[in-house]
């Protein structure tokens, strides 16, 4: 970070970037002038996929996020029925993976709508969950494909509806399916005789922010969606432009920091009226860029104070709502760049910048993440087509140790061991299969562990981390450590109709993430905690100790 930015700013269709010229010595005017020349901002805005190379010509069924916008307008009756029709079930609850969940938190949270979003296998969270006002539920099933966690949230609250003495045609009524026509979903939906909602065909998953999948939920839900897509009817003015684009600003200034070898993107928030941002930027940067050993790697910090914002292959990005004229952006964070402005017009210009900086780093943003290896080693665990698991090194007190080759077996040792090893080029990834909300102190391990190293240190739940910074650590630059943190289940919940339950669920999903990673060469500590509030303690304790 630097000095705190001017309130000049590239500012248009209602959202500024400031600082975005000013980075490396002025080096993203290079790239955006080479871009301008490229005719990019025209041709993005037409859709050409050709942007990305040959073998990314069949992506422009991907490009529809450029003005999705504008068809989801066809679904404001549709929402507005649905709303009517289903007033008296107040609890909204979104089961989806990644992309199917994540805008729609980030917009419940800025306009302060209640949501419950359910997308892990704790048998915990997800025993709570069916606890809450089961009979003023309704249910969003959200996907593509179908997850296993969205089958077995599907499986648990058909179960719990039926239970609770509703018939089967009452327990459909609080199930409303977001999918594409012909989908899996689709046919589960008929099964349920569940209202369905199609989302648009032409959009690829993380670029889906305004689209059924984000709109659905939000509306259920309370929120104005129709102010979502005025804010980025406003802003898509200015995609084809030369100059008054900010997009175009951000795209090049990250391309341009990445070059220079500046590619972890601290994003933080400026307390504006944003919330939650970070972590839906976080699933597009990663997934659209992390692949053939390039990529950005986007770092969630949770405050200005936070740290993680600073080193010499950090861009710090902070992000907010619409300022004053003449305001100074993010005076407490000093940013490298600020990004302020509705919540609508962030959608579409992040999605825009990350195509910008795709089409410098080489890699086609629109390709689809492979997360069938860590989910075929997940099947396959728990068909129990696999070696029994490993035993820990040592135990100590409530945390049992499972170190990489060549670490020390104590708790002290391994950590220390790991955090070695990231070196001046590295990041730590911190996933955490436990409780997201009877677990929340785990998130204190990211700013902990990132104040130790003095380097980038992300922090993900599993299995949410799957469809969002997965593929980063799979396909991108092999400069990643690895901190898998587990826990023991102490009364479990079984899945309606499978043969396994949510906690050897949980457990098979994060034995799929080490198998997946192995291939990586880069050291993994897994500690399993045997009593998880004592163990976080525990770990809190020993990672604390190791601050000089």
Not at 13 to 29: F, I, N, Q, R, S
Not at 143 to 162: K, M, P, Q
Not at 470 to 491: C, E, N, W
Request: with cysteine; glycine share 12%.
């Amino acid at each position: 970070m630097g000095e705190p930015l001017a309130a000049a700013a590239e500012a248009a269709g209602g959202l500024a970037v400031y600082g975005a010229g000013a980075v490396d010595g002025g080096a993203p005017a290079a790239t955006r002038q080479a871009l301008v020349d490229a005719g990019v901002p025209g041709r993005l805005a037409a859709k050409d996929p050709t942007l990305w190379g040959p073998a990314a010509a069949g992506a422009r069924a991907g490009l529809g996020w450029v003005d999705t916008h504008r068809r989801s307008r066809e679904l404001l009756p549709q929402l507005a029925e649905l709303t009517a029709e289903l007033a008296d079930l107040d609890h909204v609850v979104l089961a989806g993976p990644g992309d199917a969940s994540l805008a729609p938190e980030v917009i419940a949270r800025t306009t302060g709508r209640p949501l419950t979003v359910l997308d892990s296998t704790d048998p915990g969270q997800v025993r709570a969950t069916l606890a809450d006002r089961l009979t003023r539920t309704v249910v969003v099933l959200a996907g593509r494909s179908g997850t296993v966690e969205t089958d077995s949230h599907r499986r648990a609250y058909w179960s719990a509806f039926l239970d609770a003495g509703m018939t089967e045609a009452e327990a459909g009524r609080h199930f409303v399916v977001v999918t594409d026509p012909g989908s899996p979903l689709e046919a589960v939906a008929a099964e349920l005789g569940a209202i369905t909602v199609f989302a648009d065909p032409e959009v690829a998953g993380r670029y889906s922010a305004l689209t059924a999948f984000g709109l659905v939920p939000c509306a259920l839900a309370g929120v104005p969606v129709a102010d979502l897509l005025d804010q980025a009817e406003a802003f898509a003015a200015t995609l084809d432009r030369a100059d008054g684009n900010p997009g175009l600003a951000l795209g090049a200034a990250l391309a341009a920091a990445a070059t220079a070898g500046r590619d972890k993107i601290a994003l933080v928030p400026d307390g504006t009226g944003i919330e939650g941002l970070g972590d839906w930027v976080e699933q597009l940067l990663a997934e659209s860029t992390g692949r053939d050993g390039r990529g950005l790697l986007p770092v969630v910090v949770e405050s200005p104070d936070s740290p993680g914002l600073t080193g010499p292959d950090v861009l710090a990005v902070s992000y907010g709502g619409a300022l004053a004229a003449g305001a100074v952006p993010a005076p407490g964070a000093a940013p490298d760049i600020a990004v302020n402005g509705p919540l609508g017009a962030h959608f579409l210009a992040w999605e825009y910048a990350t195509a910008v900086a795709a089409t410098v780093l080489g890699v086609d943003p629109f390709a689809q993440p492979d997360v069938t290896v860590a989910e075929g080693h997940t099947a396959a665990i728990l068909a129990a087509d696999s070696p029994p698991a490993p035993a820990p090194s040592s135990t100590e007190g409530a945390i049992e140790v499972y170190p990489p080759a060549g670490a020390p077996g104590d708790l002290a040792g391994a950590l220390r061991h790991l955090l070695a090893g990231v070196g001046d080029a590295g990041y730590l990834a911190v996933t955490a299969y436990l409780d997201r909300q009877a677990d929340a102190v785990a998130a204190r391990l990211r700013p902990l562990l990132a104040e130790v190293t003095g380097r980038p240190v992300t922090f993900g739940w599993g299995p949410r981390h799957r469809h969002s910074t997965g593929r980063y650590h799979t396909d991108g630059p092999r400069v990643g450590s690895f901190l898998q943190v587990t826990g023991a289940v102490d009364v479990d919940l079984p899945v309606p109709g499978e043969p396994y339950c949510f906690g050897e669920l949980q457990a098979a999903q994060a034995a799929g993430d080490r198998r997946a990673l192995a291939g990586r060469e880069r050291p993994l500590l897994r500690l399993h905690l045997t009593e998880r509030s004592a163990g976080l303690a525990q770990l809190l304790d020993a990672a604390g100790s190791l601050r000089a």
